[in-house]
């Protein structure tokens, strides 16, 4: 695939990104934070209009998680595989899986966000520009003189909008690079150069101000979007409280509390970057947090999705699966806490591959390229809801051992069809996120009223349907990524497939119970309210709960009775359900836990095998490493570092 497919598809947005010609171009320093041309930007605060038009330019910088090419974590860790032909070295994101991050020439270079993204390839975000946008938005809109036209309600919400998200873009680029500097104010024009040298604040003090910003913006935000036509995607007081939650667990987390590896990481000044001292407060306030997002949202009526109103009497594991899928893929679903609207999912077609009885679209049309390793379709959890190496009564030793499915199997397996053994007996989270040989994958536009057996199947051998055998796009394992794709999209035809793109979810209502659920386990070790917001997931998931799962499966039967034990499932339950929604890397490296976890081998199916026989032999196909504490955070870069005499590099690099 090149690179030039990669453009995302045009889609109706809730609110109008306005980039505004009014900013001119950037001043390009050590760091964004100059103002432009100061009559240009008076101008943009005379009448309400323009200034609502700035606005939207401060949230124009959003990352763009909906397309792959622009999430800095969905295919930087081991969830998302490409095969290895001339697509390698061009995707940077990949290329850092790949361990190919540099400091000469860094990758997915968020820091500098110029042009070319630092790589020489792509445009990245331009996150302090858009800082620097954020504060000169909010100078002017705290002046009671600027934009006389406006309401003083409308002017309070519009202010905790700008916080909001001068807040996230530096929450944003803190998770990438650890500490950053502060931009409260920007460099005034006529300010002497060295004041643009900015230094790296350390990191209590960085989760201080960026708490304290959403703080102040929470106060301003509405409860919820009331003009859902014009103004969906716009900042809310419960995606505020979210934000924070993941700040404040993020803080909490090993990475940044207490972590020794950074002991002697200081400025050029000699102050400490990191507190090398655990602090278990900081579990506490991570946990209110997180309690009052969940509040809020559930007081706004967010819930864990449910499919309903079936017109198709689908089965219950049909829909089970549904619940699954649809929580990530609905259009501003109930679950869905915040949904960005400037990024919706433009990646469908690199999921999906074609279907026997579906579309006869080309493969570049149906690509499914987008391939999990087996080590990830290892990670869910058997059909009595415990991991495969811990189940007593079902066994995967054999996890290659070919099998034919049965009558029992129709749901999940077409039925006399050989497969391997890993894809049997699991649970259905497994079979809503994962396409594989002989498995079903349901689509509405291929339904059958009153039965949904065998809607859609893959063949993926090679030469078959979905197999290897295109010249340039091909699934590297054998596994395809099904959760992201929508089932209202349209693929059984002649014509070109219709993707249902949706806002990429930033925040799920499960996501914030997964964190709650780790918080107080943290706080008050092998806690029942903690298993309780766990379970809520399971159930939906169509699984026992923790305890009787446990109990009456697992090997280690006490393990949820531990704080330890506990923690370990918990980290499994939040990996299984998060999957595929970029949120891995994050989590691998707070915890970490991504020198082990992103150090094991990459392989899959023998793609090339023709035969039940030769294609269900694993295949090694790359072998990761992940430096520590290195590769924890981005390279700022010697372009920055070397014009910057205050700021100092990352260690490692």
């Not at 002497?192 to 102040?216: G, N, Q």
């Not at 997002?293 to 309903?308: D, H, P, V």
């Amino acid at each position: 695939m090149k690179k030039n497919q990669w453009k995302p598809g045009t889609v109706v947005i809730g609110i109008a990104v306005v980039i505004s010609s009014l900013l001119g171009s950037s001043c390009k320093k050590y760091l964004d934070v100059v103002p432009d041309d100061i009559s240009t930007i008076d101008n943009a605060f005379k009448l309400r209009v323009e200034a609502e038009k700035y606005l939207f330019t401060c949230y124009s910088y959003l990352p763009k998680n909906g397309d792959g090419w622009f999430n800095a974590s969905l295919t930087s860790a081991d969830e998302i595989w490409y095969a290895q032909n001339d697509q390698t070295n061009w995707h940077p994101a990949f290329m850092i899986a790949e361990g190919i991050q540099n400091v000469a020439n860094p990758l997915f270079n968020e820091w500098r966000g110029d042009l070319k993204g630092g790589d020489g390839r792509y445009n990245y975000l331009r996150i302090w520009t858009a800082v620097r946008n954020c504060n000169i938005f909010l100078e002017n809109m705290q002046n009671p003189a600027k934009v006389p036209d406006i309401s003083a309600a409308e002017r309070s919400r519009w202010i905790g909008e700008g916080l909001f998200l001068k807040a996230f873009y530096h929450f944003y680029m803190m998770r990438m690079y650890g500490p950053v500097p502060l931009i409260n104010d920007n460099v005034p024009v006529d300010a002497d150069l060295t004041t643009s040298y900015v230094k790296r604040a350390p990191v209590d003090e960085c989760v201080s101000s960026i708490s304290a910003w959403l703080d102040s913006a929470t106060a301003r935000l509405p409860e919820r979007i009331v003009n859902q036509n014009t103004e969906l995607g716009r900042i809310t007081k419960t995606i505020a409280l979210s934000v924070k939650a993941r700040l404040l667990i993020m803080a909490a987390s090993p990475l940044f509390n207490g972590n020794a590896d950074y002991a002697g990481f200081k400025d050029k000044e000699g102050k400490a970057l990191f507190n090398p001292t655990f602090d278990a407060s900081k579990w506490v306030k991570a946990r209110d947090a997180v309690k009052a997002a969940i509040e809020s949202a559930e007081a706004n009526n967010f819930s864990l999705y449910t499919y309903t109103n079936d017109v198709y009497g689908l089965s219950d594991a049909t829909k089970t699966q549904l619940n699954i899928r649809n929580a990530v893929t609905q259009r501003w679903g109930q679950e869905c806490v915040w949904g960005n609207s400037q990024s919706y999912f433009v990646n469908e077609a690199l999921c999906m591959p074609p279907t026997e009885r579906g579309s006869n679209a080309s493969r570049f049309q149906l690509q499914g390229v987008w391939a999990a390793p087996i080590k990830i379709a290892k990670l869910f959890y058997t059909a009595n809801g415990v991991p495969i190496e811990e189940d007593k009564t079902l066994s995967f030793n054999s996890y290659d051992q070919l099998r034919t499915a049965t009558s029992a199997d129709k749901y999940n397996i077409e039925p006399g069809f050989v497969t391997a053994r890993i894809n049997f007996d699991r649970e259905p989270r497994f079979y809503a996120d994962l396409g594989f040989d002989g498995g079903i994958w349901y689509m509405r536009d291929g339904n059958s009223t009153g039965s949904d057996v065998g809607t859609f199947y893959l063949k993926t051998k090679n030469s078959e349907k979905a197999g290897f055998g295109h010249y340039q796009n091909w699934n590297e394992t054998g596994y395809f990524i099904k959760k992201l794709v929508s089932w209202e999209s349209t693929t059984n035809g002649q014509s070109s497939p219709v993707w249902r793109q949706y806002p990429w979810p930033e925040v799920r209502l499960a996501d914030l119970y997964l964190l709650y659920a780790e918080a107080e386990n943290e706080v008050n070790g092998g806690s029942a309210t903690a298993i309780t917001y766990l379970d809520k997931i399971r159930t939906r998931a169509g699984l026992k709960g923790v305890a009787a799962s446990w109990s009456t499966y697992s090997n280690n039967p006490t393990k949820y009775t531990t704080q330890a034990g506990l923690r370990a499932i918990i980290h499994r339950e939040r990996t299984i359900e998060m999957m595929f929604e970029g949120q891995r890397r994050w989590d691998l490296c707070r915890w970490k836990e991504a020198a082990d976890e992103l150090s094991k081998d990459i392989t899959g199916w023998s793609i090339q095998g023709k035969t039940d026989a030769t294609f269900y032999k694993e295949r090694y196909i790359f072998s990761q490493r992940f430096i520590a504490p290195r590769d924890y955070f981005w390279p700022i870069g010697n372009y920055d570092t070397r014009r910057n005499p205050n700021l100092v590099e990352n260690p490692g690099w």
